[in-house]
């Protein structure tokens, strides 16, 4: 239960701290109806954030050479690749599938167990695809914006679509709950570790909720486009979840 618990305090700042150049580009008011609540629970998340996972993420980066660091994320980014491979294919974009398949075929062999990435030297480049992008392909909307304990925010439709990708990550399927959720909690601390160099343009923001939120719902609609979006906002995006 312990180490459940652990797992899920890591993930909280991952979809807090991402975030673009935000310049008054506002998410419309009536996808964030509960944001007094939504406000209460960021508070919260930024709280937890400060006094946990920050320090945590802070010593890893003071422990583990920058080298490791590399070598860990390539290990991540491969295990959870059947997402994209799987959502690919759902949403009728089989070529992209088999060349993902590719891709994950060759940095689970020559690049042993995905620590080394010799794929896009190849030209197989990562790509990513979620259950939630997949829905909205479908014709699912969104729904409502939702700022959630620990986990961050969402829409509906990506929560939703986020509990189905768990079931396709192969890193669920190790047999010895111990090592399983080791990995997710150094992947966890890997990832709010990249996200340190977003800290000051977050919390120098007007509004950094705001800021959370409708740099948010602008990745999520970024993604659903396949990178399709208007050119004045082009420069105010990069990945919320490059995590």
């Avoid at 673009?20 to 954030?49: H, K, T, V, W």
């Avoid at 909205?136 to 914006?145: A, E, L, N, Q, R």
Wanted: with cysteine; hydrophobic share 35%.
């Amino acid at each position: 239960m312990k180490s459940f618990f652990l797992k899920i305090t890591l993930v909280t700042l991952l979809f807090m701290s991402y975030g673009c150049s935000y310049q008054g580009a506002l998410a419309p008011i009536e996808e964030d109806p509960y944001e007094q609540m939504n406000r209460s629970i960021y508070e919260f998340n930024e709280n937890l954030d400060k006094t946990v996972l920050e320090p945590v993420a802070d010593s890893y980066d003071f422990v583990i050479p920058e080298l490791f660091q590399t070598g860990f994320q390539n290990f991540f980014n491969n295990a959870n690749y059947p997402v994209t491979i799987v959502n690919q294919a759902l949403q009728g974009k089989l070529d992209d599938s088999m060349e993902s398949l590719f891709r994950f075929t060759i940095n689970t062999t020559i690049g042993l167990g995905g620590l080394f990435d010799p794929a896009t030297s190849l030209g197989f480049e990562l790509k990513s695809e979620d259950f939630g992008q997949t829905l909205g392909v479908w014709g699912v909307g969104k729904g409502s914006y939702l700022m959630t304990p620990l986990f961050g925010p969402y829409t509906l439709r990506h929560a939703f679509g986020d509990a189905v990708d768990n079931l396709l990550s192969p890193i669920n399927y190790i047999d010895d709950t111990a090592t399983k959720y080791t990995i997710k909690i150094i992947d966890k601390v890997q990832e709010r570790s990249d996200l340190s160099a977003l800290e000051e343009e977050l919390y120098s923001s007007y509004d950094p909720y705001q800021y959370i939120r409708d740099s948010y719902i602008q990745n999520r609609d970024y993604k659903m486009t396949d990178g399709t979006i208007e050119d004045e906002l082009e420069d105010e995006l990069f990945d919320l979840e490059d995590f």
